[in-house]
Structures are given as C-alpha cells and as structure tokens.
C-alpha cells in the first residue's frame, strides 16, 4: 500500500517561518535602525550561517541560520520604551547633516542602546516624543489606523473665536491633503495671543502649523501633552524616563482595530 507524502510537505511548507530581508530582521531585533542595518549589511559586518552577505533584502527566516554581526551571534535587545520631554530646537534625527543637535545628544550620556523616535515632532516643537527599539510596538502607535489622538497646547498669535475653531473642525485642503482637528478649544486668552487645546487623531507633515497658518494665525509655541492616555506629566524639559510596564501596555495597539 502507498501513502501520499504530498499534503505533509505542504503543511510543513505552510507553518514553516516566514521569510523577511535581512535588515528587516536586525531593525525587528531591536539593535538598530532598519536604515543602519543597511549599512551594517552594505559594510560586510553582518554574516548569514558564516557567510558575509551584502545583500540587505537577502531572504532569511528569524528561527534560521545563525546571524553574526561583527562575529557575535545577534541576540534580541532588551525592549526599551522611553518618553522624552523634548525641547524647542532639538531635531529628532540620528545625525543632522547640518550639525544641529538632536534628541538622541540628551540621551547619549544614559548609556541606551539604539531607539528609535515613535512618531515625530519638528524643531520648533516641544513636549511628549516616545522613544523605543521595539519596533512592533511603535509600529502600532504610528499606524494612521489606530487613531490614537495626540494632544497640544498651542499658542497663537490672535484671539481665535468659535468660528476659526468651527473652521479647525472642517478642515482646509492645503495642496492634496485635508487638514483638520478632532477637537479644538480655547484654554486661555491674554491680550494678542491665546493658548488652544488641539487634539488629532492623525498627523500630517507640520499639520497644526499649516492649518492655523490657513486661518490668518501664527503658532507661537507647540507643545505635545499627551499620546493617547499618556500625559507628558511634570517631566522637565530635556529631562527622560522610561514607561512602565502598564504605561507600554496602555499604549499598545496591537490588535485593537
């Protein structure tokens, strides 16, 4: 009698690992940046089962063959997960090639290992940046599906009334993209300017700023508050701390859409 061997093979070629690019991998363990990964592939540092591969999409499965870098086996890094109150004029980049000093020139004397920011705020902006080398966790905040809101206190020159915040509401459409709020609200007024409470549930490139720059106001300041549930608290400026385990539980968005 014969037996058919044929449906085994498939099951087993239908469980087995996925595969993913090689730098892919090294970003997913935790020790560096996918675009640093790159380089440590295009430098011949990372080796594959002994051999060197240049090949930063080279197919490898994370349960595979062994991979060294720099001949030390890689070994999936602590998960770090940092909240950072950023100060106005800090860039959130690894380097700048213009030599302006970044986030990570606070952070250098911590002794962290590579993390990587969890969304982004521009140079001019302050307050509440997430920090983390678990790339799957942050991956989960970013992703425009989650709808995770972002609050800001932003001061602006004028005094907006309900119908610049009714418009803030609509939205504008500056080039082909719409810009609106979830919510907006004044928090208080002085003379020439106003301090607003303005929340997305999404983030375009210099969003706030373009859209009240729409509307006739310039923004003074903007400072990042909240991510979700998270508040940014009394954390100095410049100042860090990593989350707890049930403030990285909160945020995690991993099957929650």
Same mark, same amino acid.
């Given at each position: 009698?014969?037996?058919?061997?044929?449906?085994?093979?498939?099951?087993?070629?239908?469980?087995?690992?996925?595969?993913?690019?090689?730098?892919?991998?090294?970003?997913?363990?935790?020790?560096?940046?996918?675009?640093?990964?790159?380089?440590?592939?295009?430098?011949?540092?990372?080796?594959?089962?002994?051999?060197?591969?240049?090949?930063?999409?080279?197919?490898?499965?994370?349960?595979?063959?062994?991979?060294?870098?720099?001949?030390?086996?890689?070994?999936?890094?602590?998960?770090?997960?940092?909240?950072?109150?950023?100060?106005?004029?800090?860039?959130?980049?690894?380097? !700048? %090639?213009?030599?302006?000093?970044?986030?990570?020139?606070? *952070? @250098? #004397?911590? =002794?962290?290992?590579? $993390?990587?920011?969890?969304?982004?705020?521009?140079?001019?902006?302050?307050?509440?940046?997430?920090?983390?080398?678990?790339?799957?966790?942050?991956?989960?905040?970013?992703?425009?599906?989650?709808?995770?809101?972002?609050?800001?206190?932003?001061?602006?020159?004028?005094?907006?009334?309900?119908?610049?915040?009714?418009?803030?509401?609509?939205?504008?459409?500056?080039?082909?993209?719409?810009?609106?709020?979830?919510?907006?609200?004044?928090?208080?007024?002085?003379?020439?300017?106003?301090?607003?409470?303005?929340?997305? !549930? %999404?983030?375009?490139?210099?969003?706030?700023?373009?859209? *009240? @720059? #729409?509307? =006739?106001?310039?923004? $003074?300041?903007?400072?990042?508050?909240?991510?979700?549930?998270?508040?940014?608290?009394?954390?100095?400026?410049?100042?860090?701390?990593?989350?707890?385990?049930?403030?990285?539980?909160?945020?995690?968005?991993?099957?929650?859409?």
């Amino acid at each position: 009698m014969r037996f058919s061997t044929s449906g085994n093979h498939r099951n087993r070629a239908t469980t087995a690992a996925p595969r993913h690019g090689l730098a892919r991998v090294l970003s997913k363990a935790g020790v560096c940046s996918r675009s640093q990964a790159e380089q440590w592939i295009r430098d011949g540092r990372v080796s594959v089962a002994g051999r060197v591969v240049a090949d930063p999409h080279f197919p490898v499965r994370p349960d595979g063959p062994p991979i060294t870098v720099d001949g030390k086996p890689l070994a999936t890094a602590e998960r770090i997960h940092v909240m950072f109150n950023k100060p106005r004029g800090l860039v959130v980049s690894a380097s !700048d %090639e213009r030599g302006r000093d970044t986030v990570y020139t606070a *952070l @250098a #004397a911590a =002794g962290l290992p590579w $993390l990587g920011p969890v969304g982004r705020l521009d140079k001019a902006s302050e307050g509440l940046l997430l920090l983390s080398n678990d790339t799957t966790w942050a991956a989960g905040i970013t992703d425009p599906a989650t709808h995770l809101d972002k609050t800001y206190h932003v001061q602006v020159a004028g005094q907006p009334d309900a119908t610049a915040l009714a418009a803030m509401h609509a939205g504008i459409v500056d080039g082909d993209e719409r810009l609106k709020v979830r919510r907006a609200s004044v928090l208080r007024q002085g003379g020439k300017n106003a301090w607003l409470e303005v929340v997305l !549930d %999404e983030g375009r490139n210099r969003h706030i700023r373009r859209l *009240l @720059a #729409a509307l =006739g106001f310039d923004v $003074l300041r903007l400072i990042r508050v909240a991510i979700g549930p998270l508040p940014l608290g009394d954390l100095a400026k410049n100042q860090w701390r990593r989350l707890s385990a049930a403030e990285v539980a909160m945020l995690d968005r991993r099957g929650r859409r």
